[in-house]
């Protein structure tokens, strides 16, 4: 497969496997667990993360993402373990974006200490709010763009620019931009991380993760990987191939729709803000436009302060208040009471997190009928 071909082509064929035995159209599934040893070169086993379905899939997401190679994992969460895990050491120092996913930052605070690894969390989204906090011992700089809830955008050049420059690696978590709309690496990122439990995947019925970068690196990264066991089964593996094929589509009508809502939202007397980096009041808009693509599938918003968020959630009929988030029917939540119910309200209120928040997934249905669905809920709650 050519790399230099188009996304959309990319997404469809880069990384198939041939079908020699029966010509089929879709790349065979290998579920051996026992390959022979003597006529390879690598061992292959799956968790060496080299099984013929493992490369194939690795060899698509890193074509999408422009990174010459990639590891593709259980979860999310072990892709983002193993990639930090691989990079530190007793005694190193990194630092974070204050308001990166939950998850990550619950395994930072539960399982640093007890490596010897520091950490700091950078008070702002400027670079120079990520470098006061350099140290002697610094190693690394990780940030999560657009961020969850608030969608805040975090510069990329200038960050890839600073690390550079005091000879620290990059990490991103692209998993609400989706490579559709963000292509870290061409920003001067070194690691690109993505949960693809979300745009990824698509159909909220798959977990797995993916750690991408530059081949030296993912060599590093699996050195670290093997031991630590993380890798996605065979059938997994297959499944999530054939949801990439449509993931140009669906990230397309995602994004027209997250636009649309937050434009419909923006107008309407029982909102009180709307957060969405397409909108061009929204305090990152500029740079999203310069270093994305699409402004991708997820927005926020704060009801009216006399509404109440549960129960306008709970009165949707078409959209689902479910917990996670990128599959192709739309779904909402509170982020106050489900995805950051762990923080301190101090840390809520220093993310922007509000009681009258709203984070929506736009799903691919037709903008009108969650236009409608939104409206009945709250006509029942005024
Ligand atoms: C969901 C998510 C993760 C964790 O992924 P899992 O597949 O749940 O382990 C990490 N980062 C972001 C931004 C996410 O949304």
Same mark, same amino acid.
């Given at each position: ?6 996304f959309?082509t ?9 079908d020699?035995?029966?010509g ?11 390959y ?27 074509a ?10 259980g ?14 050491s007793s ?6 974006q204050?308001?990166?996913y939950?998850?990550t930052?619950?395994?930072i605070?539960?399982?640093?200490p007890k490596y ?5 969390f ?15 011992n ?5 940030v999560?763009t ?9 510069n ?6 600073l690390a550079?420059?005091?000879?620290l690696?990059?990490? =991103?978590?692209?998993t609400?931009?989706s ?7 061409a920003?001067?990122?070194? =690691? ?7 745009y990824?995947?698509?159909h909220s ?16 990264v ?8 993380g ?6 593996v ?6 990439i ?10 994004n027209?729709?997250?636009?649309l ?16 980096p ?5 305090a990152?808009?500029?740079v999203?436009?310069?270093?994305m693509?699409?402004f ?23 959209v689902?208040p ?13 982020p106050?009471?489900t ?8 840390e809520?209120?220093a993310?922007g =997190?509000?009681?009258q928040?709203v984070?929506?997934s736009?799903?691919i ?5 969650i ?6 809920? =709250?006509?029942?709650?005024?």
């Open positions: 497969m050519n790399k230099s071909a188009d959309r990319l997404c469809v064929h880069a990384g198939e496997l041939k020699t035995q029966h089929g159209a879709t790349s065979p599934i290998f579920t051996s667990t026992s022979a040893f003597n006529d390879v070169e690598i061992k292959q086993y799956p968790r060496y993360f080299n099984t013929p379905n493992q490369r194939g899939l690795c060899e698509k997401i890193a999408l993402e422009g990174a010459e190679a990639g590891l593709i994992f979860s999310g969460m072990a892709a983002v373990s193993t990639a930090l895990l691989s990079h530190l005694g190193d120092h990194v630092i974070f204050d308001d990166i939950g998850g930052r619950n395994f605070k539960r399982e640093f010897g690894i520091e950490f700091s950078a008070k702002g989204l400027d670079s120079s709010d990520f470098e006061v906090e350099i140290k002697s610094t190693k690394g700089l990780y999560e657009p961020s969850n809830p608030t969608l805040k955008i975090t990329l050049r200038e960050i890839s620019r550079k420059s005091k000879s690696w990059t990490m =991103i978590d692209n609400f931009a490579p559709v709309n963000q292509k870290p690496i920003h001067g990122i070194d =690691i690109v991380i993505h949960s693809a439990t979300k990824l995947g698509g019925d798959i977990s797995a993760g993916v750690v991408l970068s530059k081949k030296s690196i993912i060599e590093h699996f050195e670290s990987a093997k031991n630590l066991g890798n996605l089964s065979e059938y997994t297959w499944l999530l191939e054939r949801s094929k449509t993931l140009y589509l669906r990230v397309q009508a995602q027209n729709n997250a636009l809502l937050s434009k419909f939202l923006q107008e309407q007397d029982w909102t009180e803000q709307v957060y969405y397409g909108l061009e009041d929204h990152g808009h500029h999203a436009k310069e270093q693509s699409g991708g599938g997820i927005l926020s918003f704060d009801l009216a302060p006399n509404l109440d968020a549960k129960k306008f959630l709970l009165g949707l009929e078409l689902k479910t917990m996670s988030l990128a599959g192709i029917e739309s779904t909402a939540l509170s106050r009471l995805s950051h119910a762990l923080l301190s309200e101090d809520r209120q993310q =997190i509000t009681e928040m984070r929506f736009a799903g249905e037709a903008i009108d009928d236009q409608r669905d939104l409206l009945q809920s =709250i006509s029942k709650i005024k």
